[in-house]
DNA sequence: GTATAAAGTTCTATTTCAGAACTAGTAAGC
DNA sequence: GCTTACTAGTTCTGAAATAGAACTTTATAC
């Protein structure tokens, strides 16, 4: 849904509460038709929903839902990836400021149980029930 | 960096310890073509590096470096939101166990000040220091 | 000599994307 | 009435990226 070269960006733009096509346009640059072939696509997957906003001529705009505000962690971490990793010499191009506590924050992965921060190396990967034939086999392999 | 077809796919596997050209082909299915062009990128941009793992003839494996390693809460980010979002009945392809606390966990992004969760309403964002122009207009004309 | 293996490279055909112009429905200026 | 402007698209053409398959290189095993 997101392996493409623009659905990541208009995502991020839909939180920093970017609705209408124009304005997605104007400050992505993307192409008009690929911007119009991405919204229905995001539409389709239930992430975004096309709502009418005025009539005479009925316009629409594009707002979250709660499949789509559940990404919020997703385009956070790339952010902050990007915060920590790509900045030039000026700083960050954006800070965020948690309103419950006031404070500008950095996005911190916690583990759900005992609330510790999360790193790759302390992560076990198990198979699920759902897990795929074949990469199930694999994985177990590569355990041993 | 991500904005393609396979990259995010590729970190994914790097991951799950994932480390060599075929492995990779033969996990992803995409063409080779591709992922040679993808994993130099990734090497190109710091992520990966290219280290060998025998002589003659000389193979080489590609390994996350801190940089890359730094990218695990964008790849779990998106892992939960599909196990949320994207499973079908049988559940969850994998599950996460939290190495130092022994539980099976989900990632939470909290914040890094109060550690609270994060939800996208209660989080302002500001210009930062090194805000493009015109976004930092944009976003400060937004914010009234 | 033949087969196998890993890590690529090279080729053609298809799909996707970029860039620009065009359309539809309506209001506003004059 | 005629022209211009606004918003949200659609429709072209050419360029770029990706898929699918075959080929190359270096070396070991039989």
Redesign the pocket.
């Given at each position: 849904m997101i392996g493409?070269?623009?659905s990541l960006l208009i995502l991020r733009d839909c939180f920093l509460r970017v609705r209408?096509?124009?304005?997605f346009q104007s400050r992505l640059?993307?192409?008009?038709?690929?911007l119009?072939?991405r919204?229905k696509k995001l539409v389709r997957f239930g992430v975004l929903r096309?709502s009418p906003?005025q009539e005479?001529?009925t316009?629409?705009?594009y707002i979250l839902t709660q499949k789509g505000l559940d990404l919020y962690p997703v385009v956070m971490a790339i952010v902050h990836w990007g915060d920590t990793h790509m900045v030039d010499e000026r700083g960050r191009p954006m800070l965020h400021q948690h309103k419950s506590c006031g404070k500008m924050f950095d996005p911190v992965l916690v583990c759900s149980e005992c609330g510790e921060r999360i790193v790759a190396k302390e992560v076990h990967v198990h198979a699920g029930p759902g897990a795929a034939k074949g990469a199930a086999e694999e994985l177990a392999a590569r355990a041993k």
């Amino acid at each position: 849904m997101i392996g493409d070269r623009w659905s990541l960006l208009i995502l991020r733009d839909c939180f920093l509460r970017v609705r209408r096509f124009e304005e997605f346009q104007s400050r992505l640059g993307v192409t008009r038709h690929i911007l119009a072939d991405r919204l229905k696509k995001l539409v389709r997957f239930g992430v975004l929903r096309r709502s009418p906003y005025q009539e005479n001529p009925t316009r629409y705009e594009y707002i979250l839902t709660q499949k789509g505000l559940d990404l919020y962690p997703v385009v956070m971490a790339i952010v902050h990836w990007g915060d920590t990793h790509m900045v030039d010499e000026r700083g960050r191009p954006m800070l965020h400021q948690h309103k419950s506590c006031g404070k500008m924050f950095d996005p911190v992965l916690v583990c759900s149980e005992c609330g510790e921060r999360i790193v790759a190396k302390e992560v076990h990967v198990h198979a699920g029930p759902g897990a795929a034939k074949g990469a199930a086999e694999e994985l177990a392999a590569r355990a041993k």
